[in-house]
């Protein structure tokens, strides 16, 4: 696993994709070392391959689906289907494709910046917790912090508040930086309420994959300051866990929500 700032680097680097007429892109992959591609990297690279394709708007929503998982051996050529181009909204669809056929599919909706009346209500922010509650994890990298801890094998309620201070980037990498961090801990806050597991037991105890993920994007952001990553994930039944979440700055804006399915299945008997 590289370094903070090396995963940084080259995730920066993820997202700045190759284009060819179509418009089709080409999207270089992370150096993780598990062989296969990692679903935010996916996400992320969506969302540039949209912009990329319509520029003047921006994403308002993104559904991803996860057929196949994909190979870090080789790019990811995503062909984008224009289906329509409005002067405030467009709709499209991205195909994510390796050697081995389709991995990910993503319907898009675009959107350029109207004004309009602005209402939000939403729980207030919580106080950014102390350096005392930093964590690591291998795929964010960043400073995070929170109060719960997912490598806990007791039951708890499944919800988890992450605070995350992104490096400041160009404004128009923010939602594909986002859509990449909301891809992580959703299983991992699912599996929570389950007494004597955690989200170290993937793979060991139970397996488990993202099946799909939805993102909505509400206002413009940037990064270099805090940001609170806020998910609840109310069912695990039938070998799926459900979750949800929000994304808002650290004054309280709500700038994003996601919810995302994903399989959870454990051995019978």
């Given at each position: 696993m590289p370094s903070s700032t090396d995963l940084w680097t080259d995730l920066l680097s993820c997202l700045d994709l190759d284009e060819a007429p179509g418009p089709v892109y080409r999207g270089a992959n992370q150096r993780l070392?598990?062989?296969?591609?990692?679903?935010g990297q996916l996400l992320a690279q969506f969302v540039r391959a949209a912009c990329l394709?319509?520029?003047?708007?921006?994403?308002?929503?993104?559904?991803?689906?996860?057929?196949?998982?994909?190979?870090?051996?080789?790019?990811?050529?995503?062909?984008?289907?224009?289906?329509?181009?409005?002067?405030?909204?467009?709709?499209?669809?991205?195909?994510?494709r390796q050697e081995a056929g389709v991995i990910a599919t993503a319907s898009v909706s675009m959107h350029?910046?109207?004004?309009?009346?602005?209402?939000?209500?939403?729980?207030?922010?919580?106080s950014l917790p102390g350096p005392e509650h930093l964590v690591k994890y291998d795929l964010l990298?960043?400073?995070?912090?929170?109060?719960?801890?997912?490598?806990?094998?007791?039951?708890?309620?499944?919800?988890?508040?992450?605070?995350?201070?992104?490096?400041?980037?160009?404004?128009?990498?923010?939602?594909?930086?986002a859509a990449y961090a909301t891809d992580l801990t959703l299983i991992g806050t699912a599996v929570l309420a389950?007494?004597?597991l955690s989200q170290l037991d993937a793979h060991k105890v139970f397996t488990s994959a993202v099946t799909s993920h939805t993102l909505w994007f509400h206002r413009p952001f940037t990064t270099?300051?805090?940001?609170l990553l806020r998910q609840h994930a109310p069912l695990l039944a039938h070998g799926r866990s459900f979750g949800r979440g929000d994304l808002l700055t650290g004054d309280g804006a709500l700038v994003a929500s996601y919810a995302q399915e994903s399989l959870v299945r454990f051995p019978a008997g």
């Open positions: 070392g598990y062989h296969r591609l990692f679903g394709a319509c520029p003047g708007k921006t994403v308002k929503s993104l559904h991803t689906l996860f057929p196949r998982a994909g190979s870090d051996a080789e790019p990811v050529r995503y062909e984008v289907a224009l289906h329509h181009e409005g002067s405030t909204f467009a709709s499209l669809t991205v195909t994510a350029s910046a109207e004004d309009g009346r602005d209402v939000q209500s939403t729980p207030p922010v919580p990298p960043w400073e995070n912090r929170t109060t719960v801890d997912l490598d806990d094998r007791a039951a708890a309620p499944p919800e988890f508040e992450l605070w995350m201070r992104v490096p400041e980037t160009a404004p128009e990498l923010a939602p594909a930086v389950v007494d004597g270099g300051d805090w940001l």
